[in-house]
């Protein structure tokens, strides 16, 4: 597929790298479309600005920070109408209290709705939120493959976004529509918790492990 991703920091960069290895066809993305020379030179994976690369893409992974999401969407939405669009996003709203990230959703609510009801063309598919960067692409972890909960509105954009997780290492595991989409953005809470409490990110990814 010819995919972009929107979104220059570490989980575009590994996301955009690691499908690229799959053998699809990949952009990424930055507001500029000029910040990421060196990753391009080395990867052979070009950059443009997000509208460009939303516009000529068949699928599109977004990979900016929550707090910036909806509007970046709102403003792609013809380029994203009708395309499967991966949400990695979680709606993180400052730096953690007691172990615990905040987040700026309520009960209820999640930014993977907000998303979707934004650009109701989208087929948004919540997936690759809950995990650190560095085991995102052929993670190697005690217990075998893990499982990637992904969940959406759209049947058919999840069978496609779990095919790409199974390319990528990981077996999916549908929970639902973008009703879960809270439930699956407060994994990265617990992600994050242990690390955070303990300062021993072991205990962040056990719960990985079948």
């Keep these: 597929m ?26 990424i993305a ?11 030179a080395r990867t052979g994976i070009p950059e443009l600005p997000f509208d ?6 068949e699928l599109v992974v977004l990979a900016v920070k929550g707090a910036v999401a909806q509007e970046l969407v709102t403003g792609l939405a013809s ?5 499967v669009v ?13 172990g615990l990230l905040p987040y700026f959703t309520g009960p209820g609510d999640s930014l993977l709705q907000r998303l979707q009801q934004a650009v109701p063309a989208g087929r948004f598919v919540k997936a690759f939120n809950s995990v650190g960067a560095g085991l ?3 993670p190697a972890l005690q217990g075998g493959r893990p499982t990637m909960f992904i969940c959406g509105d759209d049947l058919a954009a999840k069978e496609v976004v ?3 997780c199974e390319q990528l290492g990981w077996q999916a595991e549908d929970v639902g529509t973008s009703a879960a989409g809270g439930p ?3 994994l990265c809470q617990l992600w994050c918790a242990a690390g955070f409490l303990r300062n021993d990110w072991t205990h962040a990814f056990a719960w990985l492990r079948p």
Excluded: C, W, Y
């Design 2 to 27: 010819n995919i972009a991703v929107l979104g220059s920091g570490h989980v575009g960069q590994t996301l955009a790298e690691g499908l690229h290895g799959a053998g699809h066809a990949v952009t």
């Design 30 to 40: 930055s507001r500029s479309g000029d910040k990421l020379g060196e990753f391009s």
């Design 52 to 57: 460009r690369a939303a516009a000529g893409a």
């Design 79 to 83: 380029g994203l109408a009708g395309k």
């Design 86 to 98: 991966i949400d990695t996003t979680n709606p993180i709203a400052g730096a953690p209290v007691g």
């Design 136 to 138: 995102m692409v052929q």
């Design 162 to 164: 779990a095919g790409l």
């Design 184 to 186: 699956v953005e407060a």
